[in-house]
């Protein structure tokens, strides 16, 4: 999930599994300002990813990432690999770790 500062527009990249929420008190806390939702003209330009296709890595510019820690709980987990219908499975520290993410509580 791909959010932007309310105030600057700035992307994030949140890594959280499907089954669980974000929150949104907590990235916002991580962010250090209001979030709102990503227009997706501004992540298609600035990730080169469409929405429902946005990678964790390989974007155009250097996105802040973090990753929900329950994550860690699995042995594999599965991204979205550019497009809409394309996926990737990875261990989740080798993800965290190529997407440069923190690790943090952020489901609800």
């Known amino acids: 999930m ?5 105030t600057s527009g700035k992307l994030f990249l949140f890594l959280v ?17 209001l979030l709102k939702r990503a227009d ?3 992540i298609r330009d600035e ?3 469409a929405i ?10 250097a996105i802040p990432a973090f990753a929900d820690e ?5 042995d594999r ?8 219908d394309a996926v990737f499975a990875a261990e989740p520290q080798a993800m965290i770790r190529a997407a440069q993410a923190v690790v943090a509580k952020l489901a609800v």
């Open 2 to 6: 791909a959010g932007s500062i309310e």
């Open 17 to 33: 599994s499907g089954s669980n929420q974000l929150d949104l008190a907590k990235a916002a806390a991580l962010a250090g300002e």
């Open 52 to 61: 429902g296709g946005v990678a964790p890595i390989g974007h155009l510019i």
């Open 77 to 84: 987990v599965w991204a979205a690999a550019g497009a809409h």
């Open 70 to 74: 329950t994550l860690l709980g699995f």
């Open 47 to 49: 990730t080169g990813f």
């Open 40 to 42: 997706p003209r501004q």
